[in-house]
């Protein structure tokens, strides 16, 4: 035996890193991602200064404002709101509770009936 034969193959070791490397790069570019904006404390007058809130609870169940909306008519209701508004601004407010899934499934409805910017209500739900 001599002492090329005891030399590590380090060949299998880099096949295992270009492979991770390359699982990683995919897993990166696959990301999704959602933009929110917190809602501004200072912001004040005009005719859109009255925020709209969605509140998503268990079930899921919706309401706007505080008032109830079904889930198959959560769509045409915000698209309505929002058609005469210039401020196309929805705070969304998630229970404790209720599932990531369904808060994510509301702002994407909500983007499909034309809000534009969306916002995550940071209080605390109301009783």
Same mark, same amino acid.
């Given at each position: 035996?001599?002492?090329?034969?005891?030399?590590?193959?380090?060949?299998?070791?880099?096949?295992?890193?270009?492979?991770?490397?390359?699982?990683?790069? #995919? %897993?990166?570019?696959?990301?999704?991602?959602?933009?929110?904006?917190?809602? =501004?404390?200072? /912001?004040? !007058?005009?005719?859109? /200064? #009255?925020?709209?809130?969605?509140?998503?609870?268990? !079930?899921?169940? +919706?309401?706007?404002?505080?008032?109830? #909306?079904?889930? /198959?008519?959560?769509? %045409?209701?915000? %698209?309505?709101?929002? /058609?005469?508004?210039?401020?196309?601004?929805?705070?969304?407010?998630?229970?404790? =509770?209720?599932? +990531?899934?369904? *808060?994510?499934?509301?702002?994407?409805? %909500?983007? !499909?009936?034309? *809000?534009?910017?969306?916002?995550?209500?940071?209080?605390?739900?109301?009783?």
């Amino acid at each position: 035996m001599t002492d090329h034969d005891a030399s590590p193959n380090v060949t299998p070791f880099l096949d295992i890193l270009l492979v991770l490397l390359i699982i990683f790069m #995919v %897993a990166v570019q696959k990301r999704v991602t959602l933009d929110v904006q917190l809602p =501004d404390p200072a /912001a004040r !007058g005009g005719p859109d /200064a #009255v925020p709209i809130v969605l509140e998503v609870t268990p !079930g899921p169940r +919706y309401a706007i404002n505080r008032e109830p #909306v079904p889930p /198959a008519s959560l769509r %045409a209701r915000l %698209a309505a709101l929002y /058609a005469p508004r210039r401020d196309k601004q929805l705070l969304v407010r998630g229970a404790r =509770d209720v599932s +990531y899934q369904d *808060v994510m499934t509301a702002m994407d409805i %909500a983007k !499909g009936a034309g *809000v534009r910017v969306l916002g995550v209500d940071p209080s605390p739900p109301r009783p």
